[in-house]
């Protein structure tokens, strides 16, 4: 499939079952052209209530057959896989990553659909014997809000409905303003698989009112921090259970006795896949002093020879930056840091042609307290920075206030692992990172990256609540 410049792409939203007629719609821009390429419905509010009520009347009969929603879950994952030549192509468009990476995403969906098929939900007996019977059960919530970012629509939105679907409750579905067509188009893919009002995809103006709907009885949210916390204070109000995935200013540090020409590939791409808009990529680094200048120039080598383009284009590695206000805190971020003494290794600046690409960046001669540095950047800049001292390091990677993800690159892993366990973030990798980014492991962030956790049998966990039965003995 291949997205006309010429004709506006327009996908419905999904309640039901059925397309939910909007009255008006919001134009959605092609970050490789920087114009728009298709319409979006535009929801009110009233209609999103009519939609959380399909949902709800949907939970009383999906809740009930278990194995059905196994072999549900088994279709998805079949869906999406067959579907990758025709949600692919929209996903590249509308975020810009390049046509391998948006089918990745897809291929990975596909995957957390067949772990929770498989997942079993504990139930568990306490007692049964002639004084009682107890037994504890995980109990399906009701109507989930799954609210989901611009950088990776899909895989995002999956790692949400999968264990919620499995779980046993109902969803509805709002993907992100800027990237909204792949997520109306899986909501159209599921039609027939999954039972009419189960799964709900609307598109609009309603972050708002998806977590103040008196229907829905879990909000589960990707995104910054700054709204991650509005987002928990509109849900106190009603009690509503939350998940919060946020933000991440994730270190790595490098010991001196690492090969750095083994190493370097693998670092850049851990912090410019997707273009640095993940929210585990690699954000600083500490690399050891005698090291340093050797990796700082691998890295800028790496960084000088990666193909930019639209992601439409064979052989390009990195697309644009995803929408217009990031590319220009990215370009602020850089211009500050240059301005207070940072040296540019490689790129530096936007690339002068249409659309929001950026040169991937290598800074040098930063320190912590240079904005790159202290806060999440989210695009193609990697600062690096010196250390002499590894408890300095370990002390340096923690003075945030995010606790994502962060790894330890050694030639002696066993030193790298007594060094992870000193580091404040929820997941540490060992020669890598984000390498626990994986379906049957939990993923959820320290401090201000979060609260609760996502995949494994935790995720699940999340999507339930516990519900005790005693009573006297069973026959």
């Not at 611009?150 to 995002?156: D, E, R, T």
């Amino acid at each position: 499939m291949t997205i006309s410049d010429t004709q506006m792409l327009k996908i419905a939203a999904t309640s039901g079952g059925k397309d939910l007629n909007a009255s008006s719609s919001f134009s959605v821009i092609n970050p490789a052209t920087g114009r728009f390429f298709a319409e979006a419905p535009s929801i009110t509010a009233e209609q999103l209530h009519g939609v959380f009520e399909v949902a709800q009347s949907a939970f009383a009969t999906w809740k009930r057959d278990d194995n059905y929603r196994r072999e549900v879950l088994r279709e998805m994952a079949n869906a999406v896989r067959n579907g990758v030549s025709s949600i692919a192509p929209i996903l590249t468009a509308e975020q810009g990553k390049p046509l391998d990476v948006a089918a990745s995403e897809l291929m990975a969906a596909a995957a957390w659909f067949d772990y929770y098929a498989e997942l079993e939900i504990p139930r568990e007996v306490i007692r049964d014997d002639a004084a009682g019977y107890e037994e504890i059960f995980r109990r399906p919530l009701g109507v989930v809000s799954a609210i989901t970012p611009w950088n990776f629509p899909i895989a995002l939105a999956v790692w949400k409905i999968a264990p919620a679907l499995r779980a046993g409750n109902t969803v509805v579905v709002k993907p992100s303003q800027f990237t909204p067509m792949s997520t109306l188009a899986l909501g159209q893919l599921f039609r027939g698989i999954v039972p009419d009002g189960v799964l709900n995809v609307v598109s609009g103006t309603l972050g708002s009112a998806m977590v103040s709907d008196p229907i829905p009885r879990k909000v589960s949210f990707t995104g910054s921090t700054e709204i991650g916390k509005i987002v928990a204070l509109n849900a106190a109000d009603d009690l509503k259970r939350v998940t919060l995935e946020l933000g991440g200013n994730d270190p790595a540090i490098i010991l001196p006795d690492v090969n750095v020409s083994e190493v370097a590939e693998t670092l850049f791409w851990n912090a410019f896949y997707n273009n640095g808009q993940l929210c585990y990529a690699v954000k600083r680094v500490y690399a050891h002093e005698s090291i340093r200048a050797e990796l700082t120039e691998a890295l800028g080598e790496i960084a000088r020879s990666v193909k930019v383009d639209d992601g439409t284009v064979a052989g390009a590695r990195l697309g644009p930056i995803n929408n217009e206000p990031q590319l220009s805190r990215v370009a602020e971020l850089v211009e500050d840091a240059t301005s207070n003494g940072a040296r540019t290794v490689a790129g530096g600046s936007r690339i002068d042609r249409d659309g929001y690409f950026f040169q991937p960046t290598i800074l040098d001669n930063v320190s912590d307290s240079t904005r790159v540095v202290a806060e999440e950047q989210f695009g193609p800049v990697l600062p690096v920075l010196s250390y002499t001292d590894i408890d300095d390091a370990i002390k340096r990677a923690n003075k945030s206030e995010y606790g994502l993800t962060a790894s330890v690159w050694s030639g002696d892993p066993e030193r790298a692992y007594s060094i992870a366990g000193e580091l404040d973030a929820g997941q540490v990798s060992i020669n890598e990172h984000g390498r626990g980014v994986r379906p049957h492991l939990p993923f959820g962030g320290h401090k201000w990256s979060g609260v609760g956790v996502e995949n494994g049998p935790w995720g699940l966990h999340g999507f339930t609540e516990l519900q005790v039965v005693a009573g006297p003995p069973r026959v």
